[in-house]
């Protein structure tokens, strides 16, 4: 499997950005889809989770509320709506996906459960 990740770029504060997740090499629509992020100097922390058909999610506290993860499994593709954006959200975005046998919260947050990444992709905002 191969990942691909896309959409990120520079925004100004409150602004939003759409960044998309396209898989090659088989179907994913039966894996679990994470987006994690790194800023510079700090861990990679988890941002969003999905289940295979797109009815379970999960998010981080920090971000509740303003970012949507979906999926849309005939294209093979899943996103990362990020509405109104803060500077601390600058950092660089990951999709992944594994087959996570049982969406439950305390598994999907943990990087090690994936098992394909993409490559990332640069989110700045600018206060």
């Known amino acids: 499997v191969q990942l691909q990740a896309c959409g990120g770029g520079l925004v100004q504060a409150g602004g939003s950005l759409r960044l998309s997740c396209a898989a090659s090499?088989?179907?994913?629509?039966?894996?679990?889809m994470g987006w994690f992020r790194q800023a510079p100097g700090k861990e990679r922390e988890f941002v969003a989770a999905?289940?295979?058909?797109?009815?379970?999610?999960y998010y981080a506290d920090s971000i509740k509320g303003r970012f949507t993860i979906s999926r849309d499994n005939a294209k093979n593709t899943g996103y990362l709506q990020m509405n109104t954006l803060k500077p601390d959200d600058t950092a660089v975005y990951y999709c992944a996906v594994g087959s996570v046998g049982f969406f439950a919260h305390n598994l999907v947050t943990f990087s090690a459960v994936y098992d394909y990444w993409g490559q990332g992709t640069q989110v700045t905002v600018s206060s």
């Open positions: 999905i289940n295979w058909n797109g009815e379970s999610t």
């Open positions: 090499g088989r179907t994913v629509s039966d894996y679990v």
